[in-house]
């Protein structure tokens, strides 16, 4: 039997991953802090281990007690828009944190490191994203990912170690984080929707996304460890087909029978239009949903009315308060 450590696995993707592995005959370990993920959303049959990938101590102790065939690393904390005000958190969770975990895998010779990067790799203007492009992050988040592919492909070369790096984009789906108001806009709608509030858009809403509903990410994820064909590349996951935050208005009131209304907040320093092509990935792996955005956002919403809104909360750590967006309203030192 296969054994996994899953970094992140109380978290949104890293769930749905456990679960998936779990489903593959894997032993599955999960490790997380619970700062963005909840211990109920860990599926039976996994064991979990509260602490945080930035615990170098802890990080040797798991890899020695469990002998690791594969790492799933999920963990991070991936607000990209609040990551220019929290750089030194950014990077100690984002990027060292993953350092001691590829150096832990090196140590113990595990097969393969599987991590989930993020098209913010790419910077803006490079349309439609592609794998052979040219990286330019534009944001402290971006940068951390970039860094962590980079390492990874450093540490292959140097130590032969193996590793499959994805790109999601704009996940959703069950178990996301509702309550989290710095990032995942249609939790954030839905869950200004069952508080009575209006929805809050940063800019005129023309920005454009490809939402990607969770399947389409974390079953491609689980299952490329098994497929060597994957190993030792980049892969970009999730959605072809890119809407409008104004569209995305719509779609989410229709699955909660509202006409939301809608305040519109000062634009952000922030990508306005991201898609990317998955011609590569869907060669290697295969797979699709098949579910459009109604579909999956009116599975999303079943699942958010069942569960409730969740109260927001402030980030407690901003390092720089200059230019924060409107409507944050968040503390600093």
Known sequence: ?????????????????????????????????????????????????????????????????????????LA??????????????????????????????????????????????????????TEDLVPVPEDPYGISKYAVELDLKAAHEMFGLKYVIFRPHNVYGENQNIGDKYRNVIGIFMNQIMQGKPLTIFGDGSQTRAFSYIDDVAIPIARSVSMEQAYNQVFNIGADQPYTVNELVKVVGKCFQVEPSVKYLSARNEVMHAYSDHTKARK?????????????????????????????????????????PDGWGLNHK
């Open 284 to 324: 290697i792996f295969n797979f699709s949903s098949g579910l459009g955005l109604q579909e999956g956002i009116s599975r999303m919403a079943d699942w958010a009315k069942k569960t409730g809104s969740r109260q927001s909360k402030e980030f407690g750590h901003i390092e720089i308060s200059e230019k924060l």
């Open 76 to 129: 991070a904390y991936a607000a990209e828009g609040l990551s220019h005000f929290i750089r030194s958190f950014n990077y100690n969770t984002n990027l060292l944190g993953s350092i001691h975990l590829i150096n832990e895998s090196v140590r113990h010779k595990v097969k393969c490191f599987v991590f989930t990067s993020s098209i913010a790799v790419y910077g803006h203007g490079q349309l439609p994203m």
């Open 1 to 73: 039997m296969a054994c996994s450590l899953i970094t992140g696995g109380a978290g949104f993707i890293g769930s749905h991953v456990v679960k998936h592995c779990l489903a593959m005959g894997h032993e599955v370990i999960v490790l997380d802090d619970l700062s963005g993920g909840f211990e109920d959303h860990i599926p039976a049959g996994a064991k979990f281990v509260k602490g945080s990938v930035t615990d170098s101590q802890l990080m040797a102790k798991l890899f020695e007690d469990h002998h690791f065939d594969y790492v799933y690393h």
